[in-house]
C-alpha cells in the first residue's frame, strides 16, 4: 500500500522505533516503502560494530541497502551516551564515528539513525563519500572524505519537509543521485528564500497600500520613503527570524519559576499570536512590546508581562527603538498568521552548517542570505552571497598558507610530510596515523599549531554579513576541537571572536548581521 503524506509525516514525528523503519516479518517498515531497492539485506540479528569513543552506547549494523545504480549502502543504528542536543554540538566525535561507518572496500555510503532512548526526537543521516579539493586545488582521485547529511526528526518537529522529501523517493528509481537531492540544504535553503521573499514583498504591498498621511509620518515624505519602507519591513522579518532561533534554543515563553534558560516554548510565536486578544493590533501592541520593552530592556526576573513567561534581555542592537511613528502601525493578522505558519515548517537549527555536516534545516546563514540577497542595493556595492562550499574552501587555502609560513621553513617543499599533515589537519581534520611521518609531525607540534591559532589575525575589509570570518571561526575551532579533545568549547570560540576576527563594512546593517551570527555561534 502507497504510503501518502499526512500518514509520513505523522510517523515521522513518532520517537524513533527500529521496526517502523525496517518492518517486522512480512510488513514492509519505511525504508522500503520510501526506497525502492533492488535489494535490501536486514540482519535478523544486527552485528555490533566494534567502536572506541565515548560518543555511542552501542553501534549496530542494520544490514545493507542496494540502489538500483548498485551503490551499497550501509543501514546502521547508534544509540549515543549524551542527549542529542549535546551530541549535536559534538561535531568532531560524529563526524570521526560517521567515516567508520562507511567501509571502503564494499560500502559506497551509510543510512544512520542516531538516537538517546530518553529523548523523543532522533537524527536520520546519509553519510556519503564525497571527492576532495586539494590544497592545489585540483579534484582528488581518492574519495577518503565522507559528508553526513542529517535530518531531525521525532517527537515535537515539525518533519514537513522530511516527509516531502521523502515521498520524492518513493517514485523514483532510487540512486545515490536521488538521496543527494533528497538531503539537500542548498535546494531547502533556495525554497525557504524564495518563499520568504513573497512574504516580505506582501508586508510592503500592505504598507504602500496606507494612506499617505500614515505613511508620510511613518516614512518621510521625501524620495527615500519606498526604501524606509521596505527596509522597516526587511528589520521587522529578519527580527522575527532571529528570534525563531532562539525559540529553537528553548530560550522564549520559559517557565516564570526557572532561574536557567531551559523548557521554553518550541512554538513561542504561534501560541503568542494565537491566544493575543487584538490580532489587527499585533505588530503595536505586542510584538512592539517584545523587540522594545522586553528583549530590549532589563527586568524583574526577565518576565514578559503579555505572556506571563520568561524572554531573555539581548543586548547588541538588533533591538533598539524604532522612530516612533513606525511603532503605531500595524497588519492584517492574515499575513501574521501566514508567516508563523511558514516559519513553523521549517526547523530552525541552532549551530552554522559545515560542508562536511549538515542539519537538513535553516541555519544562522540565512541570516546572512536574506541579507545580502533581498537588499537591492547590494549588486551595486559588490555584494553577492556566496555558496557555503566556496567560501570554505578560501578559508582553508587561507589558513593552510598562513599555518605553512608560520611553523615550516620557506625551503621545505609541499611533499614533505610537515606540509602533507598540515594539509590534511586543515582539509580533513584528521591526524593520520602515529606510526607515519605524518601523523607523529602533528602529535609532536599540536601545542605550537595551537599556539599559531591563537595569535592569528584575521580582518575582511568588506565582511558583509560575515561568511568569511564566520567560516574560518568554524574551520579554526574544528582544527582545535582535533587537537585538543578536552577543549573548552565556549571559551575557545570565546576567545577566537574576541582576539582574533575582525571586519569592518560601510554598511552597518551589514556588521550588524555578522554580530548577531557571532553571537548565534556562542
Same mark, same amino acid.
Request: charged share 25%; net charge neutral.
Given at each position: 500500500?502507497?504510503?501518502?503524506?499526512?500518514?509520513?509525516?505523522?510517523?515521522?514525528?513518532?520517537?524513533?522505533?527500529?521496526?517502523?523503519?525496517?518492518?517486522?516479518?512480512?510488513?514492509?517498515?519505511?525504508?522500503?516503502?520510501?526506497?525502492?531497492?533492488?535489494?535490501?539485506?536486514?540482519?535478523?540479528?544486527?552485528?555490533?560494530?566494534?567502536?572506541?569513543?565515548?560518543?555511542?552506547?552501542?553501534?549496530?549494523?542494520?544490514?545493507?541497502?542496494?540502489?538500483?545504480?548498485?551503490?551499497?549502502?550501509?543501514?546502521?543504528?547508534?544509540?549515543?551516551?549524551?542527549?542529542?542536543?549535546?551530541?549535536?554540538?559534538?561535531?568532531?566525535?560524529?563526524?570521526?564515528?560517521?567515516?567508520?561507518?562507511?567501509?571502503?572496500?564494499?560500502?559506497?555510503?551509510?543510512?544512520?539513525?542516531?538516537?538517546?532512548?530518553?529523548?523523543?526526537?532522533?537524527?536520520?543521516?546519509?553519510?556519503?563519500?564525497?571527492?576532495?579539493?586539494?590544497?592545489?586545488?585540483?579534484?582528488?582521485?581518492?574519495?577518503?572524505?565522507?559528508?553526513?547529511?542529517?535530518?531531525?526528526?521525532?517527537?515535537?518537529?515539525?518533519?514537513?519537509?522530511?516527509?516531502?522529501?521523502?515521498?520524492?523517493?518513493?517514485?523514483?528509481?532510487?540512486?545515490?543521485?536521488?538521496?543527494?537531492?533528497?538531503?539537500?540544504?542548498?535546494?531547502?535553503?533556495?525554497?525557504?528564500?524564495?518563499?520568504?521573499?513573497?512574504?516580505?514583498?506582501?508586508?510592503?504591498?500592505?504598507?504602500?497600500?496606507?494612506?499617505?498621511?500614515?505613511?508620510?509620518?511613518?516614512?518621510?515624505?521625501?524620495?527615500?520613503?519606498?526604501?524606509?519602507?521596505?527596509?522597516?519591513?526587511?528589520?521587522?522579518?529578519?527580527?522575527?527570524?532571529?528570534?525563531?532561533?532562539?525559540?529553537?534554543?528553548?530560550?522564549?515563553?520559559?517557565?516564570?519559576?526557572?532561574?536557567?534558560?531551559?523548557?521554553?516554548?518550541?512554538?513561542?510565536?504561534?501560541?503568542?499570536?494565537?491566544?493575543?486578544?487584538?490580532? =489587527?493590533?499585533?505588530?503595536?501592541?505586542?510584538?512592539?512590546?517584545?523587540?522594545?520593552?522586553?528583549?530590549?530592556?532589563?527586568?524583574?526576573?526577565?518576565?514578559?508581562?503579555?505572556?506571563?513567561?520568561?524572554?531573555?534581555?539581548?543586548?547588541?542592537?538588533?533591538?533598539?527603538?524604532?522612530?516612533?511613528?513606525?511603532?503605531?502601525?500595524?497588519?492584517?493578522?492574515?499575513?501574521?498568521?501566514?508567516?508563523?505558519?511558514?516559519?513553523?515548517?521549517?526547523?530552525?537549527?541552532?549551530?552554522?552548517?559545515?560542508?562536511?555536516?549538515?542539519?537538513?534545516?535553516?541555519?544562522?546563514?540565512?541570516?546572512?542570505?536574506?541579507?545580502?540577497?533581498?537588499?537591492?542595493?547590494?549588486?551595486?556595492?559588490?555584494?553577492?552571497?556566496?555558496?557555503?562550499?566556496?567560501?570554505?574552501?578560501?578559508?582553508?587555502?587561507?589558513?593552510?598558507?598562513?599555518?605553512?609560513?608560520?611553523?615550516?621553513?620557506?625551503?621545505?617543499?609541499?611533499?614533505?610530510?610537515?606540509?602533507?599533515?598540515?594539509?590534511?589537519?586543515?582539509?580533513?581534520? =584528521?591526524?593520520?596515523?602515529?606510526?607515519?611521518?605524518?601523523?607523529?609531525?602533528?602529535?609532536?607540534?599540536?601545542?605550537?599549531?595551537?599556539?599559531?591559532?591563537?595569535?592569528?589575525?584575521?580582518?575582511?575589509?568588506?565582511?558583509?554579513?560575515?561568511?568569511?570570518?564566520?567560516?574560518?571561526?568554524?574551520?579554526?575551532?574544528?582544527?582545535?576541537?582535533?587537537?585538543?579533545?578536552?577543549?573548552?568549547?565556549?571559551?575557545?570560540?570565546?576567545?577566537?571572536?574576541?582576539?582574533?576576527?575582525?571586519?569592518?563594512?560601510?554598511?552597518?546593517?551589514?556588521?550588524?548581521?555578522?554580530?548577531?551570527?557571532?553571537?548565534?555561534?556562542?
Amino acid at each position: 500500500m502507497p504510503i501518502i503524506l499526512p500518514d509520513l509525516r505523522l510517523a515521522l514525528r513518532q520517537a524513533y522505533a527500529r521496526t517502523a523503519w525496517v518492518g517486522v516479518g512480512t510488513t514492509p517498515g519505511l525504508l522500503r516503502q520510501l526506497l525502492p531497492l533492488t535489494q535490501a539485506d536486514f540482519r535478523q540479528k544486527p552485528a555490533v560494530i566494534e567502536h572506541p569513543g565515548d560518543i555511542a552506547r552501542h553501534i549496530l549494523q542494520l544490514g545493507v541497502l542496494t540502489l538500483s545504480d548498485g551503490k551499497r549502502l550501509g543501514l546502521f543504528e547508534v544509540e549515543l551516551k549524551a542527549t542529542s542536543t549535546q551530541i549535536a554540538r559534538n561535531r568532531v566525535g560524529l563526524r570521526d564515528l560517521a567515516r567508520r561507518l562507511i567501509d571502503e572496500a564494499t560500502i559506497h555510503g551509510a543510512l544512520a539513525f542516531y538516537f538517546h532512548p530518553e529523548v523523543g526526537e532522533y537524527r536520520f543521516s546519509f553519510i556519503s563519500r564525497q571527492s576532495r579539493i586539494e590544497a592545489d586545488g585540483t579534484i582528488s582521485a581518492t574519495e577518503t572524505h565522507p559528508k553526513r547529511f542529517t535530518y531531525v526528526l521525532g517527537v515535537g518537529e515539525s518533519c514537513a519537509t522530511a516527509s516531502q522529501r521523502f515521498l520524492t523517493l518513493a517514485g523514483k528509481r532510487s540512486t545515490v543521485a536521488d538521496l543527494i537531492e533528497a538531503f539537500s540544504v542548498e535546494k531547502l535553503s533556495d525554497e525557504f528564500f524564495t518563499e520568504y521573499k513573497e512574504r516580505y514583498l506582501e508586508f510592503c504591498r500592505h504598507l504602500g497600500g496606507l494612506n499617505d498621511l500614515v505613511r508620510r509620518r511613518a516614512f518621510g515624505d521625501d524620495a527615500k520613503q519606498d526604501k524606509r519602507l521596505r527596509d522597516f519591513v526587511k528589520k521587522l522579518l529578519g527580527r522575527l527570524v532571529f528570534l525563531h532561533f532562539l525559540q529553537r534554543k528553548g530560550w522564549l515563553g520559559a517557565p516564570p519559576a526557572r532561574t536557567d534558560w531551559t523548557g521554553g516554548d518550541p512554538r513561542f510565536f504561534l501560541g503568542f499570536f494565537g491566544a493575543f486578544s487584538q490580532p =489587527e493590533k499585533f505588530y503595536s501592541t505586542g510584538l512592539a512590546v517584545l523587540f522594545f520593552d522586553t528583549l530590549n530592556t532589563r527586568r524583574p526576573g526577565d518576565l514578559f508581562a503579555l505572556t506571563g513567561t520568561r524572554v531573555p534581555y539581548l543586548n547588541g542592537g538588533l533591538f533598539d527603538d524604532d522612530p516612533a511613528p513606525t511603532t503605531k502601525l500595524d497588519f492584517p493578522p492574515a499575513l501574521f498568521q501566514d508567516l508563523f505558519d511558514f516559519f513553523g515548517r521549517y526547523n530552525f537549527t541552532i549551530d552554522e552548517n559545515s560542508p562536511d555536516d549538515h542539519e537538513i534545516g535553516i541555519d544562522p546563514e540565512m541570516l546572512s542570505r536574506i541579507f545580502e540577497n533581498l537588499l537591492e542595493e547590494n549588486k551595486e556595492k559588490g555584494a553577492y552571497y556566496t555558496r557555503r562550499e566556496v567560501v570554505h574552501y578560501m578559508c582553508q587555502q587561507s589558513l593552510y598558507r598562513y599555518l605553512r609560513g608560520q611553523l615550516l621553513a620557506d625551503s621545505v617543499p609541499e611533499s614533505a610530510p610537515e606540509a602533507e599533515a598540515l594539509r590534511r589537519l586543515v582539509y580533513t581534520y =584528521e591526524l593520520g596515523d602515529p606510526a607515519t611521518p605524518q601523523g607523529k609531525y602533528l602529535r609532536q607540534h599540536a601545542k605550537a599549531v595551537e599556539a599559531a591559532l591563537d595569535r592569528v589575525k584575521i580582518c575582511d575589509p568588506a565582511i558583509g554579513s560575515g561568511a568569511f570570518p564566520i567560516g574560518l571561526l568554524q574551520v579554526i575551532f574544528t582544527i582545535k576541537s582535533t587537537l585538543d579533545l578536552t577543549l573548552d568549547r565556549a571559551q575557545a570560540k570565546r576567545d577566537l571572536i574576541q582576539n582574533c576576527i575582525h571586519g569592518v563594512d560601510l554598511d552597518s546593517g551589514a556588521v550588524d548581521i555578522a554580530r548577531l551570527r557571532f553571537w548565534l555561534s556562542l
